[in-house]
């Protein structure tokens, strides 16, 4: 029973998380870095301590009673995570919903897997994965034999790219991604997903404070939430820094009070985005403390936000008017990541 509620509560993380961005599509006559940060607001500064407040009332104290050392490297990981989330944004808008977050998530699935392995290699840690383990044990090696395969996948889905811009005219690419371009959306999603893969990082470097939560006596369902209100500084600062270097290279600051847009949706509709988007990660922490399997955990949940973000994509008509080649392309690049981190969980439920 606990393993199929962890798998709920990832199912409905990973819904939140393939499907914040459709808010932000009813934001009209606003820059994106505009909407994207009063987004951000509420889901890194706003939502996160209240969420705290209401499952883990002492999460200040905790906060405060945690080692600067801990603190520092939460903070850090979530700067670097902050980039991750930064051009997460930016390949969804060149690549669109399906294309965008399959090859961002693939990315993020295998570095999530595979970075840790290589750093405890050089700095081993008790109960921790090295590389060396991935090379010369069983479940190891079906968890490198996963990376591989999501790689490969990725592969496919920016070959289902290709054949896509090669195939459609130039105005039928807009009618479905505005502002699609291949080359951008690539080189941001590529970023994306080897960063975005810093937030377990963060989680793990964090656990100290989810510790004292449980220690505390606190429900250890929400254990995790003392973690992001640290975490998510760290993206705060990212994201808050370069958009304000983009309001004031675009002279979009006028956005934010603009009256000939529909200011009160505008904030609306970012607000519900970013809200939504918090949610992936309160339902991730549910998810993790049933299945009590972080590796693992984030697998799940990689997947389940890859299939609900195509489900967005279909829905959202981003293959109309492509050859059946290139839908059959792009589908096997989906069912071969699915598969892949699939087979990475699996690996890691042997361990």
Known sequence: MQIILGIIFHFIGGFASGSFYMPYKKVK?????????????FSWLIVPPLAAYLTVPGFADIIKNTPWDVIKYTILFGVLWGIGGLTYGLGVRYLGMSLGNSIVLGFCSAFGALVPSIYYNFYPAEGKTTFNDLLTTSWGRIVFAGIIVCLFGIYICGRAGML????????EKKKSVAEFSLTKGLIVAIISGILSACFNFGIEAGKPMANAAVAARFNPLYQNNVIYVTLLWGGLATNFIWCMILNARNKSFGDYTNNKTPLAKNYLFSALAGTTWFLQFFFYGMGESKLGNGASSWILH?????????????????WKGVSKKTKTTITIGILTIIASVLLVGYGNSLK
């Open 302 to 318: 990689m997947a389940f936000i890859i299939l609900v973000a195509n489900l967005w994509g279909i829905a959202l008509k981003e």
């Open 29 to 41: 006559g606003w820059h994106w870095e505009s909407y994207w940060i009063i987004g951000g607001l």
């Open 164 to 171: 896509k811009e090669n195939e459609l005219p130039e105005e």
